[in-house]
């Protein structure tokens, strides 16, 4: 950095860089868990920067320092335009600039929101892993975005078993779509499309929530396949009451009690935390108590950290 030179990855590359390499990001992710549950991390509170004239739209800056054996500083400037479907457009892109650590210059600029999408799948991943007991033939999304599409490719990653998915959306022609996505990634999967949330989710005992939602809407689990894994990675989809009934892990309690999340709505509800086991970190590690109802849902909610 001397010469005053930033490194700058595009899209395209950053895609190349990282084609391929699921279940070594997945360790990635695991390693980083890892460092910030040990307290070598710096992570302040992300900051949304929203529009008086839109709501739905938003700008997120994310700040993070992680140590251990990455030694890494920088920040992602992250947007979720939900009007940007309508228009033909992904709802969300991002950037990335990385800092020296030693003189805090910049070193380079990167195209974040194919990280960004990969890190989520990546984390969605290693919770299906470590919290669903079994093998998973079946899967069940709700959202037909770019999330859930990269979290199908990382769980079929994980579990090379999974031979049928079954897909729900509000938008039917997007659900359409989807599902020809899907079957080119792998010919092989059997793709169902259910308009009914709850119909999928009886149907399936994994299943990755990845909405636009700003509010809950899942009010009720009581049909699903006892001791199901809930990825919620949307993070406003599921009622209070639903939080308070069955087993929650997070990414960091601190965290994802904010920004009206499911689970800041449930801890506003009854003024504290206790109904969090743990963080995935703290359940990997062993540090988590053990789940106390086997037949309970076992529900991630990941606030998705800078780290």
Same mark, same amino acid.
């Given at each position: 950095?001397?010469? $005053?030179? %930033?490194?700058?990855?595009?899209?395209?590359?950053?895609? #190349?860089?990282?084609? !391929?390499? *699921?279940?070594?990001? +997945?360790?990635?992710?695991?390693?980083?868990?890892?460092?910030?549950?040990?307290?070598?991390?710096?992570?302040?509170?992300?900051?949304?920067?929203?529009?008086?004239?839109?709501?739905?739209?938003?700008?997120?800056?994310?700040?993070?320092?992680?140590?251990?054996?990455?030694?890494?500083?920088?920040?992602?400037?992250?947007?979720?335009?939900?009007?940007?479907?309508?228009?033909?457009?992904?709802?969300?892109?991002?950037?990335?600039?990385?800092?020296?650590?030693?003189?805090?210059?910049?070193?380079?600029?990167?195209?974040?929101?194919?990280?960004?999408?990969?890190?989520?799948?990546?984390?969605?991943?290693?919770?299906?892993?470590?919290?669903?007991?079994?093998?998973?033939?079946?899967?069940?999304?709700?959202?037909? $975005?770019? %999330?859930?599409?990269?979290?199908?490719?990382?769980?079929? #990653?994980?579990?090379? !078993?999974? *031979?049928?998915?079954? +897909?729900?959306?509000?938008?039917?022609?997007?659900?359409?779509?989807?599902?020809?996505?899907?079957?080119?990634?792998?010919?092989?999967?059997?793709?169902?499309?259910?308009?009914?949330?709850?119909?999928?989710?009886?149907?399936?005992?994994?299943?990755?929530?990845?909405?636009?939602?700003?509010?809950?809407?899942?009010?009720?689990?009581?049909?699903?396949?006892?001791?199901?894994?809930?990825?919620?990675?949307?993070?406003?989809?599921?009622?209070?009451?639903?939080?308070?009934?069955?087993?929650?892990?997070?990414?960091?309690?601190?965290?994802?009690?904010?920004?009206?999340?499911?689970?800041?709505?449930?801890?506003?509800?009854?003024?504290?935390?206790?109904?969090?086991?743990?963080?995935?970190?703290?359940?990997?590690? $062993?540090?988590?108590?053990?789940?106390?109802?086997?037949?309970?849902?076992?529900?991630?909610?990941?606030?998705?950290?800078?780290?």
């Amino acid at each position: 950095m001397r010469d $005053g030179n %930033i490194l700058i990855l595009r899209g395209h590359e950053v895609g #190349a860089l990282l084609q !391929g390499r *699921e279940l070594e990001l +997945i360790e990635v992710v695991r390693r980083a868990y890892e460092i910030h549950d040990a307290k070598q991390s710096a992570l302040p509170h992300s900051v949304f920067l929203r529009f008086p004239y839109d709501q739905s739209a938003r700008i997120i800056a994310l700040p993070a320092y992680i140590g251990g054996d990455f030694a890494a500083a920088g920040i992602k400037w992250v947007s979720s335009f939900p009007g940007n479907l309508e228009k033909g457009m992904d709802r969300a892109s991002a950037v990335i600039v990385l800092n020296s650590t030693d003189t805090g210059r910049p070193e380079a600029i990167v195209e974040g929101s194919i990280i960004s999408a990969k890190r989520t799948a990546a984390s969605a991943a290693l919770a299906a892993r470590t919290l669903h007991n079994g093998d998973v033939s079946t899967v069940g999304l709700l959202g037909c $975005g770019v %999330i859930n599409f990269e979290i199908l490719r990382f769980l079929k #990653a994980t579990f090379p !078993g999974i *031979e049928t998915l079954v +897909i729900s959306d509000i938008g039917i022609e997007r659900a359409e779509l989807f599902k020809q996505k899907c079957i080119r990634l792998d010919p092989k999967l059997n793709v169902i499309i259910e308009p009914d949330t709850q119909t999928m989710m009886r149907s399936c005992s994994l299943i990755s929530l990845a909405t636009t939602s700003g509010e809950p809407h899942i009010f009720v689990l009581s049909g699903c396949i006892p001791g199901s894994t809930i990825l919620h990675i949307s993070l406003h989809d599921v009622s209070p009451e639903v939080i308070l009934a069955n087993d929650n892990v997070v990414d960091d309690v601190d965290h994802v009690c904010r920004a009206m999340t499911s689970i800041h709505l449930t801890q506003q509800l009854v003024g504290h935390t206790e109904f969090v086991r743990g963080t995935l970190a703290s359940v990997f590690t $062993g540090k988590a108590p053990e789940k106390r109802d086997v037949a309970a849902h076992t529900i991630f909610s990941p606030f998705g950290l800078g780290v």
